[in-house]
């Protein structure tokens, strides 16, 4: 069975795999949509953006979410005011670290991806799933 710490440390390995799955077919249905991913798992102090994708003339940052139901609300609903002040301040950082991307016009979007791992995983993506209205970015 294992100690506490091994269940532990295979759960975490598991969620990440999972984590990394779901982020891997978010990215490549953006692509498939037209997008340019310009960048993924960008962190910094302040938080973690998953993905950083150029759609047109917007620069889309998404959070990936895996959800194995839609209880509690679902993946937008997990994307808490907390969570979204981390985002917020994790592209306002990304946004000083790159002027290219600043002159950019920002979206936050989220993509819900159900069963990564099966054979046939789910995707939501819910564009402009929040704004940072008032916060200068």
Not at 12 to 30: M, S
Not at 36 to 41: D, G, I, S, W, Y
Request: proline share 2%.
């Amino acid at each position: 069975m294992g100690t506490a710490g091994e269940r532990g440390a295979a759960a975490r390995t598991a969620r990440l795999r999972l984590g990394r799955a779901a982020e891997d077919l978010a990215a490549r249905f953006l692509a498939a949509q037209g997008a340019q991913v310009l960048l993924r798992n960008y962190r910094c102090r302040c938080g973690e953006l998953d993905i950083i994708a150029l759609c047109g003339e917007e620069l889309a940052l998404v959070e990936v979410r895996t959800r194995s139901s839609g209880a509690f609300g679902g993946a937008l609903a997990s994307v808490d005011a907390g969570k979204r002040r981390r985002l917020i301040r994790a592209a306002a950082r990304l946004l000083q670290e790159r002027p290219d991307l600043a002159r950019l016009r920002v979206r936050f979007d989220v993509m819900a991806v159900e069963e990564p791992l099966g054979a046939a995983p789910r995707i939501e993506w819910i564009k402009h799933a929040f704004s940072c209205a008032g916060r200068g970015i």
